[in-house]
């Protein structure tokens, strides 16, 4: 019975695939070789390299499962090191009889930290404050394994030569690494806190009014009785001027003049420089007499509004 010849595959373009580690290495230095005969940026220098890469990215996955515990999704981090495999590849020296794999490991690290220390911040520090935040926490576990507890700021600026103002500035910038939302829920003891947003402090506007009542007290003191109960029916019952002219038998224009010169004194006080002076007491004034005065009153009656600060507090102390 006659045998039939069977045919020969056709050949593949895709790259042969070794069956062992020994024969990668042999492959790789092959190609390595070829590599440093061919002109870069033809076609054939680009089939060489890619080559290359595929063989030798179980380096990179090796050197990624190194950093599996971050944030960054795994994927990520093979595409960085793949990269850094690159670099090493164009840099290999096949003649210095060394071989890729303890040439190209330093390398894909590298550029993975570097990945991490440029791109994984959540807020971006200087380079500086990075590589101090790597240096005090090293010297942070050194010393606490040594002295059996956790190392004080002077002894970590002992350790690493630096100052104590130093320590505290990279220990700061780790709180740069990684943040929390505002709107993320509270862990903590108190389960029904809720987010963090709502234990953030916020601008209690009582003390601006403490403050220009404490201000005002010693210059309301030096004032006229008439000119405080002025003050107090005006801001503290929010008394209109015509009211107040019929509880104190005046008129009302003769009302604002007064409440005008003492909106004036006491904003002239706020506005001296040095401890507040109570202000000399200033007689009245008949409706008939310093007509030139009760015209400025007039002009300062017009610019009330513009007394806010002091009508509050006086609207806080009645």
Known sequence: MATRALAAPPESPDPVRPSSADDARALSTCLFQRLRTLEPGTPDYA???DTLVELNLTLVRYAASRFRHRSEPLEDIIQVGTIGLIKAIDRFDVDREVAF?????PTIVGEIKRFFRDASWTVRVPRRLQELRIDTARAYDTLEQRLERPPTTAELAAHLGISEEAVTEGQQAANGYVVRSLDAPDDGEDSCSGSLERRLGEEDHAFDVIECLESLRPLVAGLTPRDRAILSMRFGEELTQSEIGARLGLSQ???SRLLARTLSTLRAGLLEDGPPQAPCPQS?????????????ADGQAARETQAARVARVARAAG
Do not use: I
């Not at 794999?101 to 490991?105: E, G, R």
């Not at 009245?284 to 400025?296: H, I, V």
């Open 47 to 49: 089939y060489v390299r």
């Open 101 to 105: 794999s303890s040439f190209a490991l």
């Open 253 to 255: 224009m003769h009302v």
């Open 284 to 296: 009245d004034a008949s409706p008939d007499g310093g007509q030139a005065a009760d015209d400025a």
